[in-house]
Nanobody
């Protein structure tokens, strides 16, 4: 059974940092591009970042560019999202997704995704 489990969310003050992790089981992430997207109730899902299967190419939404960094450790079957300079508008449930490529990461949820982790940015 394929599982992606996100962790690392929580409550943080504006300008703070969090590091999200996405651990996979039942699936080798080798060869899969991995993305993070976020969802706020009543709003459209937003793809925020994607990393290619080999970890060479990374992509970011304009809203997080320069603040978020995606990375992966294929040996640990884990993907990370380092989030710095967090803003209240970053508040959302964050999901990781395994996908064939990063080509459509902004509009497609991917092949597999996890249950999400809540990130709340508030003073």
């Amino acid at each position: 059974q394929v599982q992606l489990v996100e962790s690392g969310g929580g409550l943080v003050q504006p300008d703070g940092s969090l590091r999200l992790s996405c651990a996979a089981s039942g699936l080798s992430l080798n060869g899969y591009a991995m993305s993070w997207f976020r969802q706020v109730p009543g709003k459209e899902r937003e793809g925020v970042s994607c990393i290619s299967g080999g970890g060479i190419l990374t992509y970011y939404a304009d809203s997080v560019k320069g603040r978020f960094t995606i990375s992966r450790d294929n040996a640990k079957n884990t993907v990370y999202l380092q989030m710095n300079s967090l803003k209240p508008e970053d508040t959302a449930v964050y999901y990781c997704a395994a996908r064939a490529s990063c080509r459509d990461y902004k509009t497609s949820g991917g092949t597999y995704w996890g249950q999400g982790t809540q990130v709340t940015v508030s003073s």
